[in-house]
Nanobody
C-alpha cells in the first residue's frame, strides 16, 4: 500500500512564502504532483514533476511556485513564493501507486494554506 504524508502549510500574509512536503512510501509511479481545492471550487492541478525532473505548472502559479523532488526519499516539495489570497486552498499531494494488482491514484491528507491580504 502507498502512504503519503504531507507537511508544511499554514497561514501567511500576501507576498509571503511557504514550503510543502510530501513523503511517499510504497511503490509509486514516476510522476508526483500537487493539487489544490479552494472552498466551493473543484480540485485543480498546481504542479507536477516526473522522476527525470520534468515539470509542469498551472498558469496561475508559474514564476511563483517551484516543485522539486528527492527521489532517494520519494519526497516531493512545493516552494510557494509571492503568495496571493487566491492561493488559499487545501493542498493535496498526488501520486500513482501500485496496490499489488493495479495502479491507482493516491492522495495525501491535505494541508491548509491560507493567505491573508
Amino acid at each position: 500500500q502507498v502512504q503519503l504524508v504531507e507537511s508544511g502549510g499554514g497561514m501567511v500574509q500576501a507576498g509571503g512564502s511557504l514550503r510543502l512536503s510530501c513523503a511517499a512510501s510504497g511503490t509509486i509511479g514516476s510522476t508526483m504532483g500537487w493539487y489544490r481545492q479552494a472552498p466551493g471550487k473543484q480540485r485543480e492541478l498546481v504542479a507536477t514533476i516526473t522522476g527525470g525532473g520534468a515539470t509542469n505548472y498551472a498558469d496561475s502559479v508559474k514564476g511563483r511556485f517551484t516543485i522539486s523532488r528527492d527521489n532517494a526519499k520519494n519526497t516531493v516539495y512545493l516552494q510557494m513564493s509571492s503568495l496571493k489570497p487566491e492561493d488559499t486552498a487545501v493542498y493535496y499531494c498526488n501520486v500513482r501507486g501500485w496496490t499489488g494488482y493495479a495502479w491507482r491514484d493516491y492522495w495525501g491528507q491535505g494541508t491548509q494554506v491560507t493567505v491573508s491580504s
